[in-house]
T-cell receptor, first 115, second 112 residues
Framework: NAGVTQTPKFRVLKTGQSMTLLCAQDMNHEYMYWYRQDPGMGLRLIHYSVGEGTTAKGEVPDGYNVSRLKKQNFLLGLESAAPSQTSVYFC??????????????FGEGSRLTVL | DAKTTQPPSMDCAEGRAANLPCNHSTISGNEYVYWYRQIHSQGPQYIIHGLKNNETNEMASLIITEDRKSSTLILPHATLRDTAVYYCIVRVANRKGGKLIFGQGTELSVKP
């Protein structure tokens, strides 16, 4: 049981390049989230998913796309990277069933630098 | 989900109680208050949550005002390891999907 795994953990891109961050969870969780965290700032929600095949916008969705083709995977794509997207990206998931107890499972983060 | 407001930073002496406030004046009757903390650059860790009664667990106590428009997280004997960013969130408990907004949080520095 690996929990929530993010790949890659580090990446350097040039402006205009594209890339995809993968979040994989092996706990059969229904709900998954992508956040970004800039230095000295809180977590900001980019996109989230409430189930396979569904996605929704968060607080800062511009410049990002997501897909949830399989329940266990939530992909975050940058079509044309910009220096403003330099950040640490966190993926999280919530167990389904029952009330929300506050329990969240986070990946270790992916540090992206856009030059 | 209701918006929360927290001070950006606080200091606390080691061994003393750390009291972290959170304002949530637009909270609805069915929304709970949840607290998390983020140490260094790890993912946030759940601390405690409550609806209207005060709550206590092995990590902290949560005091919610009678009108539920604000709350205080209390770390009774802060240690250097409690230095972290603390987030207050309000959320409906029976809706597990949907947005989960963390906000800016309070950066707590525990000093020797």
């Amino acid at each position: 049981n690996a929990g929530v795994t993010q790949t890659p953990k580090f990446r350097v891109l040039k402006t205009g390049q594209s890339m995809t961050l993968l979040c994989a969870q092996d706990m059969n969780h229904e709900y998954m989230y992508w956040y970004r965290q800039d230095p000295g700032m809180g977590l900001r929600l980019i996109h989230y998913s409430v189930g396979e095949g569904t996605t929704a916008k968060g607080e800062v969705p511009d410049g990002y796309n997501v897909s949830r083709l399989k329940k266990q995977n939530f992909l975050l794509g940058l079509e044309s990277a910009a220096p403003s997207q330099t950040s640490v990206y966190f993926c999280a998931s919530i167990p389904d069933g029952g009330p929300f107890t506050g329990e969240l499972f986070f990946g270790e983060g992916s540090r992206l630098t856009v030059l | 989900d209701a918006k929360t407001t927290q001070p950006p930073s606080m200091d606390c002496a080691e061994g003393r109680a750390a009291n972290l406030p959170c304002n949530h004046s637009t909270i609805s009757g069915n929304e709970y208050v949840y607290w998390y903390r983020q140490i260094h650059s790890q993912g946030p860790q759940y601390i405690i949550h409550g609806l209207k009664n005060n709550e206590t667990n092995e990590m902290a106590s949560l005091i919610i005002t009678e009108d539920r428009k604000s709350s205080t997280l209390i770390l009774p004997h802060a240690t250097l390891r409690d230095t972290a960013v603390y987030y207050c969130i309000v959320r409906v408990a029976n809706r597990k999907g949907g947005k989960l907004i963390f906000g800016q949080g309070t950066e707590l520095s525990v000093k020797p």
